[in-house]
């Protein structure tokens, strides 16, 4: 790969992979901040530039906040993301509930919001490009970098020959931002994002090994596709059926044990006397001395209620000074069903 490095320039083949990487890695991003915000966010087809990097101008931009993200696994080198403060304080202002005026300076608070919302989107852009590649990617945590001095930002990159490849996108956000991002990464890491793309890593590696041909050395060797291991056989064995149950088995009958246990279950039961129906207003006006008339005429049984089901009626009687339910009724199976409470 050391013969790639030294190019000034992508190819136009680089440059259209890594304009379809990065709209994969971005769009996986952008549904990650969408589903933060609860909010469509769509981004346009990624337009892919290299130039040198004191000749980068983003004024456009500015005043602009800038995300480092560093890749330690998988490939190495740095991605910067290039964002205006007023995006941001429009994101903020949406997910922290509050007024866009009160973010004239990121707080404590609103720079962890931020670093929460990027590592969301850098996770998940990391991700979507490590399916890409086919291979596992980790990355720092997001930084969030001081760009009121442009060199700080320039400062950040030491690619061979001082050369950058940024990838611009158009982004909305439903009601929030219709702006402009870029991700900025070295020349480097662009083609080697593009060399793992097309497979050329393990072509190289290929090359560089000569082979032993018939009485003489082979270079460059075509690679060739590895022969399918066998398939294990697989035996099919009959299944047989068991045979059915006749149509109309007898019903299992409970064991004494189970009866017992059943039996002692405990049962809440409770004695209505009467129901009625107020409004709000009126119970709210409740005072002591208030009466409230039932539905029930003096004289009229009672309702036995076990665990909500209506199961006996009866009068009410007092015994040993205490009130008590003399039953006169029980309640048949289809009344239970008429009078469930």
Do not use: W
């Not at 890594?18 to 966010?41: C, F, H």
């Not at 941001?88 to 404590?108: A, G, Q």
């Not at 439903?174 to 662009?190: D, P, Q, R, T």
């Not at 080697?192 to 097309?198: G, R, T």
């Amino acid at each position: 790969m050391a013969n790639l490095t030294n190019q000034t320039q992508l190819s136009e083949m680089e440059a259209d992979i890594i304009g379809e990487v990065m709209n994969i890695s971005m769009g996986a991003a952008a549904t990650a901040m969408s589903t933060i915000l609860d909010k469509k966010v769509s981004i346009t087809t990624p337009r892919v530039e290299t130039s040198r990097i004191e000749d980068y101008n983003y004024s456009h931009l500015e005043p602009v906040l800038g995300v480092l993200i560093k890749y330690i696994e998988g490939i190495g080198g740095f991605n910067m993301l290039l964002l205006k403060v007023d995006d941001f304080k429009n994101i903020l202002s949406h997910l922290l509930s509050v007024d866009h005026s009160e973010l004239d300076e990121f707080d404590e608070i609103s720079m962890s919001a931020i670093c929460e919302i990027m590592n969301q989107m850098m996770g998940s852009a990391a991700s979507a490009l490590a399916s890409f590649l086919g291979t596992k990617i980790n990355i720092s945590p997001p930084e969030v970098l001081d760009t009121a001095d442009s060199s700080k930002i320039r400062g950040q990159f030491t690619s061979e020959g001082g050369y950058i490849v940024s990838i611009r996108f158009d982004i909305n956000i439903e009601g929030l931002v219709n702006s402009e991002f870029v991700s900025i990464m070295e020349l480097h890491l662009a083609k080697e994002i593009s060399a793992m793309s097309l497979g050329e890593n393990q072509v190289i590696h290929e090359q560089e090994q000569p082979v032993k041909g018939e009485g003489h050395m082979v270079s460059n060797p075509i690679p060739v596709a590895a022969e399918p291991a066998p398939k294990e056989q697989v035996q099919a064995v009959p299944y047989t059926y068991p045979e059915l149950a006749p149509e109309n088995p007898p019903e299992p009958k409970p064991s004494e044990g189970n009866l017992d246990l059943i039996m002692s279950v405990p049962v809440q039961i409770t004695v209505e006397l009467g129901k009625t129906k107020r409004k709000i207003k009126d119970i709210a006006e409740f005072a002591p001395g208030n009466i409230v008339e039932l539905d029930r005429q003096a004289g009229d049984q009672v309702d036995i209620v076990a665990n909500g089901r209506l199961i006996a009626r009866g009068d009410v009687v007092v015994v040993d000074d205490n009130y008590s339910v003399r039953i006169t009724e029980i309640m048949k199976a289809m009344d239970n069903l008429t009078n469930t409470k």
